[in-house]
């Protein structure tokens, strides 16, 4: 622009800083904010706005807030969007105690928060497993008269599941009708990922049957945690089952579903079938890690088998009866 004789403004500026944000180059969107001084160009909030959520979507939580308390110095008023994007800088850097503290401080600052805020602050605590100052929060929004929508539950739901709190996060996928809220795939994904990390192979098959009446298509996310689930519950003949349908399906298996299903056939003692799952990774174009070879050789060493994995395995593939799903949830859910 120079070079054309053409002098940048605060328009030029913030539209180049949004496009350094867009595309995730905090720094250079840094470089630009402590360029405009020199350049006569004075910052405004959409200038900020831009440079936090460009620091917030790289997790560089402190460099957000120092922008955030920068704002005063230079007489530009933050803003929703600006603690929205401060939160979720806090959010992406696993700062829940930090997000919640900013929450807090908007009504001080006259600012109400919206379901933009709160899904971000709910996100915060769903990264390190805090379901109770989730739920808290979820809680607060009717009163804060803010909708929660398919964003905050499903967050929710995560913080309940990496806690193991599966009977939580199955309420809380009860409750959404009633909140008008319709249940995505990743709501779904969520529950189900709860309900096997505490082994509850009939409630994680249950909701993986609810989904097609639901109008929502199972991923390899899903069929992964069912899988997995199966697996825990020492239930390998479902386990494969789920497995050997996913082509029907049109979902893929992954390096994940792979070890699920492995470790799945690892419990039941069926070191066979753990051999040929192993065989097919390299024909599936899946990468061979330590937990699907750890599985397989557990899988042996309980049957007293020493096979040679580098021979190829001729085992027939299998295909299971599938079963009925077992009709068993808790009464708040049903």
Not at 76 to 95: F, H, L, M, R, W
């Amino acid at each position: 622009m120079p070079d054309m004789r053409v002098i940048p403004n605060e328009i030029s500026h913030n539209a180049a800083i949004s496009a350094c944000e867009r595309g995730g180059q905090w720094q250079l969107a840094l470089n630009l904010l402590s360029l405009m001084p020199v350049a006569r160009v004075v910052p405004n909030e959409i200038t900020y706005n831009a440079a936090i959520s460009a620091c917030a979507k790289d997790g560089q939580w402190q460099l957000a807030l120092n922008l955030l308390s920068l704002m005063p110095e230079s007489r530009v008023v933050p803003n929703q969007i600006t603690y929205s994007a401060a939160i979720s800088a806090c959010e992406k850097g696993g700062q829940w105690q930090m997000a919640l503290s900013l929450l807090t401080l908007m009504p001080e600052a006259r600012l109400v928060p919206d379901e933009i805020t709160y899904n971000a602050a709910i996100s915060a605590c769903e990264k390190v497993g805090q379901w109770q100052p989730a739920l808290n929060l979820l809680s607060r929004m009717p009163a804060a008269k803010v909708v929660p929508d398919e964003i905050t539950y499903s967050a929710a739901i995560s913080a309940c599941e990496k806690d193991g709190q599966w009977q939580v996060a199955l309420i809380l996928l009860g409750l959404m009708p009633d909140a008008r809220v319709v249940p995505n795939e990743i709501t779904y994904n969520a529950a189900i990922s709860a309900c096997e990390k505490s082994g509850q192979w009939q409630l994680a098959l249950n909701l993986l049957s609810w989904m097609p009446d639901a109008g929502l298509v199972p991923d390899e996310i899903t069929y992964s945690a069912a899988i997995s689930a199966c697996s825990k519950g020492g239930q390998w003949e479902l386990a494969l089952n789920l497995f050997s349908v996913m082509p029907e399906a049109r979902v893929v298996p992954e390096e994940i579903t792979y070890n699920a299903a492995i470790s799945a056939c690892s419990k039941g003692g069926q070191w066979q079938l753990a051999l040929n799952l192993l065989s097919l990774l390299p024909e599936a174009r899946v990468v061979l890690d330590e937990i699907a070879y750890s599985a397989a050789i557990s899988a042996c060493e309980k049957c007293g088998q020493l096979p040679r994995l580098s021979m190829t395995w001729q085992q027939p593939v299998w295909r299971l009866r599938p079963r009925p799903p077992v009709a068993f949830l808790p009464r708040t859910v049903q």
